[in-house]
Protein backbone atom coordinates (compact mmCIF):
# COMPACT_ATOMS: atom_id res chain seq x y z
CA UNK A 1 0.00 0.00 0.00
CA UNK A 2 1.23 3.51 -0.72
CA UNK A 3 2.02 5.99 2.03
CA UNK A 4 1.03 9.06 1.30
CA UNK A 5 2.54 12.06 3.88
CA UNK A 6 0.72 15.53 3.64
CA UNK A 7 2.91 19.13 4.29
CA UNK A 8 2.95 22.94 3.76
CA UNK A 9 -0.32 23.58 5.96
CA UNK A 10 0.39 27.36 7.69
CA UNK A 11 -1.26 29.97 8.96
CA UNK A 12 -2.39 32.46 6.51
CA UNK A 13 -5.17 35.71 6.73
CA UNK A 14 -8.40 35.45 4.99
CA UNK A 15 -8.40 36.18 1.45
CA UNK A 16 -4.47 34.75 1.41
CA UNK A 17 -3.09 31.71 -0.68
CA UNK A 18 -1.74 28.33 0.12
CA UNK A 19 -0.60 25.33 -1.18
CA UNK A 20 -0.14 22.15 -0.06
CA UNK A 21 1.18 18.95 -1.16
CA UNK A 22 0.83 15.34 -0.88
CA UNK A 23 4.13 13.13 -1.58
CA UNK A 24 2.91 8.90 -2.08
CA UNK A 25 5.90 6.38 -1.44
CA UNK A 26 5.55 4.54 -5.24
CA UNK A 27 5.05 6.70 -8.23
CA UNK A 28 3.48 3.83 -10.15
CA UNK A 29 0.45 2.51 -7.94
CA UNK A 30 0.11 6.86 -7.74
CA UNK A 31 0.05 7.71 -11.02
CA UNK A 32 -3.55 4.68 -11.68
CA UNK A 33 -4.89 5.76 -8.75
CA UNK A 34 -7.94 7.92 -8.01
CA UNK A 35 -6.96 10.67 -5.51
CA UNK A 36 -8.70 13.11 -3.44
CA UNK A 37 -8.19 15.76 -0.89
CA UNK A 38 -10.19 15.57 2.43
CA UNK A 39 -10.15 18.18 5.49
CA UNK A 40 -11.73 17.93 8.96
CA UNK A 41 -12.60 21.32 10.34
CA UNK A 42 -12.79 21.42 14.54
CA UNK A 43 -15.92 19.54 15.56
CA UNK A 44 -16.83 18.59 12.27
CA UNK A 45 -16.68 15.48 9.96
CA UNK A 46 -14.09 14.70 8.05
CA UNK A 47 -15.35 15.77 3.92
CA UNK A 48 -14.07 16.09 0.68
CA UNK A 49 -12.81 18.69 -0.66
CA UNK A 50 -11.28 17.83 -4.33
CA UNK A 51 -11.04 14.60 -6.10
CA UNK A 52 -8.64 13.57 -8.95
CA UNK A 53 -9.05 10.42 -11.32
CA UNK A 54 -5.69 8.79 -13.00
CA UNK A 55 -7.78 9.67 -16.30
CA UNK A 56 -7.58 13.13 -15.19
CA UNK A 57 -10.86 14.22 -14.83
CA UNK A 58 -11.75 16.66 -11.44
CA UNK A 59 -14.55 17.09 -9.04
CA UNK A 60 -14.73 19.73 -5.72
CA UNK A 61 -16.75 20.14 -3.23
CA UNK A 62 -19.38 23.27 -3.56
CA UNK A 63 -17.92 25.16 -0.94
CA UNK A 64 -14.35 25.73 -2.71
CA UNK A 65 -15.55 25.69 -6.67
CA UNK A 66 -13.59 28.37 -8.25
CA UNK A 67 -11.10 28.59 -5.05
CA UNK A 68 -9.34 25.51 -4.84
CA UNK A 69 -7.72 23.74 -7.82
CA UNK A 70 -6.42 19.91 -7.65
CA UNK A 71 -3.32 19.18 -9.63
CA UNK A 72 -1.27 15.94 -10.05
CA UNK A 73 2.67 15.18 -10.90
CA UNK A 74 2.80 11.48 -10.78
CA UNK A 75 6.50 11.56 -12.67
CA UNK A 76 7.43 12.77 -8.95
CA UNK A 77 4.16 11.10 -7.19
CA UNK A 78 2.93 14.08 -5.43
CA UNK A 79 -0.63 15.39 -5.04
CA UNK A 80 -1.26 19.09 -4.72
CA UNK A 81 -4.14 21.39 -3.67
CA UNK A 82 -3.77 25.38 -4.49
CA UNK A 83 -5.93 27.10 -2.41
CA UNK A 84 -6.72 30.97 -3.10
CA UNK A 85 -8.78 33.53 -1.69
CA UNK A 86 -9.24 31.21 1.54
CA UNK A 87 -11.76 32.01 4.31
CA UNK A 88 -11.47 31.05 8.14
CA UNK A 89 -14.24 28.19 7.28
CA UNK A 90 -11.67 26.59 5.28
CA UNK A 91 -9.58 26.46 8.47
CA UNK A 92 -9.00 22.04 9.14
CA UNK A 93 -6.59 19.29 8.79
CA UNK A 94 -5.80 18.72 5.20
CA UNK A 95 -5.37 14.98 4.09
CA UNK A 96 -5.08 13.31 1.12
CA UNK A 97 -6.17 9.46 0.55
CA UNK A 98 -7.71 7.88 -2.14
CA UNK A 99 -10.93 7.94 -3.58
CA UNK A 100 -12.61 6.85 -2.35
CA UNK A 101 -10.65 6.68 0.58
CA UNK A 102 -9.17 3.40 2.14
CA UNK A 103 -9.16 3.49 6.17
CA UNK A 104 -5.48 2.04 6.32
CA UNK A 105 -4.02 4.64 4.04
CA UNK A 106 -5.14 7.74 6.32
CA UNK A 107 -1.77 9.94 7.18
CA UNK A 108 -0.99 12.95 10.03
CA UNK A 109 -2.71 15.60 7.92
CA UNK A 110 -1.54 18.97 7.99
CA UNK A 111 -3.27 22.20 9.56
CA UNK A 112 -4.37 25.08 7.78
CA UNK A 113 -5.33 27.97 9.75
CA UNK A 114 -7.16 31.24 8.07
CA UNK A 115 -7.73 34.14 10.58
CA UNK A 116 -10.07 36.42 9.96
Known amino acids: QVQLVESGGDLVQAGGFLNISCKAS?????????LGWYRRAPGKDRELVAA???????SYADSVKGRFTISRDNSKGTLYLQMNNLKPEDTAVYYC?????????WGQGTQVTVSS
Open 97 to 105: NYYPPLRNA
Open 26 to 34: NRIIFSRSN
Open 52 to 58: TAFAGSF
